[in-house]
């Protein structure tokens, strides 16, 4: 027996309607958990990291580049300026002229890259700057602007070179020693990552924290930001990495956190780093993140003992964790 026609057409109308009621249409939830899974690898955790730490790690670097950009906001509203650009992360990395030399470094190879690629363009003009290389020269003039004695010359002259990427690049290539072609071709494939290429997902990653401000990055302050985005991720497990090692009873836990993200690391801490390791769990993110919070003033020796103990929400609280890729 076939049921009636008009009571096939109503279900179906029914169903169709209950398929786009709003209230059953769950909002997107963005994340670059497998993406950050992969910066895991690259830059020294095992091939297949712990999910719960990839999840760990998207949820801390969301948090710090929010309050980055809040705190660029901040800097644009008191130079009333109509977006948040270049000037407003140079101003906010004044104080590290490590990490500010790094970003012009990253620029400046950028500009070089794109010069010898101009080169074989017969209908470039001669002597005509190139997009990165302009980008390159904002940076510098506001840097010139604000330097009112000179500290900042040893910063924007003779770039090119990078210690810490040098350090980096020889840590991956150790590591790499011993891969047969799928796993290199795989440890390849995590080294190559940005946020750069992911540019329209990372920008609606934040879109909640953008809505709570009347102004928007401009381009090159989007550029900016995934810059950071990776360098805090890279950090934090470079740092995550150490307070494993402390835990194993490898190095020494007074000294190789504080010498993790200098130009000159020890060879002894380059030797540990390639010790066959277990898999970077939550905690270690949280011992970086706890240290973070409470960093010794200058003159007082850092140990366990002093150490207040935090929980872990409060590391998360954004009134107590620093914004890492501006320390």
């Not at 500010?100 to 101009?118: D, M």
């Not at 990495?241 to 801490?269: F, R, T």
Request: hydrophobic share 40%.
């Amino acid at each position: 027996m076939t049921k009636p026609k008009g009571k096939k057409d109503k279900s179906a109308a029914n169903m169709t309607n209950a398929l786009l009621d709003p209230q059953d249409v769950k909002p997107v939830v963005i994340s670059f958990n497998s993406e950050l899974a992969l910066l895991l690898h690259g830059f020294g955790d095992i091939a297949r990291p712990l999910d719960e730490t990839a999840s760990l790690l998207d949820e801390v670097v969301h948090h710090q580049i929010s309050q980055l950009i809040l705190l660029a906001y901040d800097v644009a509203v008191k130079r009333q300026s109509s977006h948040i650009g270049q000037e407003e992360f140079i101003y906010l990395l004044r104080k590290n002229k490590t990490k500010l030399r790094r970003l012009l470094n990253c620029l400046y190879l950028k500009a070089i890259k794109k010069s010898f690629a101009g080169a074989l363009d017969t209908d470039a003009l001669p002597g005509q700057e190139n997009e990165a290389q302009k980008k390159l020269s904002s940076c510098k003039k506001f840097l010139e602007l604000i330097d009112n004695t000179g500290e900042y010359e040893c910063v924007y002259e003779n770039l090119g070179e990078d210690l810490i990427s040098h350090r980096r690049t020889f840590m991956a290539y150790k590591s790499s020693e011993t891969l047969d072609d799928p796993d290199y071709t795989n440890f390849a494939k995590c080294r190559q990552f940005s946020f750069t290429k992911h540019m329209g997902r990372f920008q609606q990653w934040f879109a909640q924290t953008l809505d709570s401000i009347p102004i928007r990055p401009s381009k090159f302050g989007w550029e900016l930001l995934a810059y950071f985005a990776h360098e805090t991720a890279a950090e934090i497990i470079e740092c995550s990495l150490i307070v494993q090692k402390e835990q194993d009873g490898v190095c020494n836990p007074h000294c190789s956190l504080h010498s993790a993200y200098s130009e000159s690391a020890s060879p002894e801490l380059q030797q540990d780093s390639l010790v066959m390791r277990s898999a970077l769990k939550p905690a270690h993110i949280f011992e970086v993140l706890r240290r973070f919070v409470d960093r010794p003033k200058p003159g007082l020796v850092f140990s366990r003992a002093r150490a207040t103990t935090l929980a872990s929400e409060m590391v998360m609280d954004s009134m107590n964790t620093p914004v890492v890729c501006i320390l």
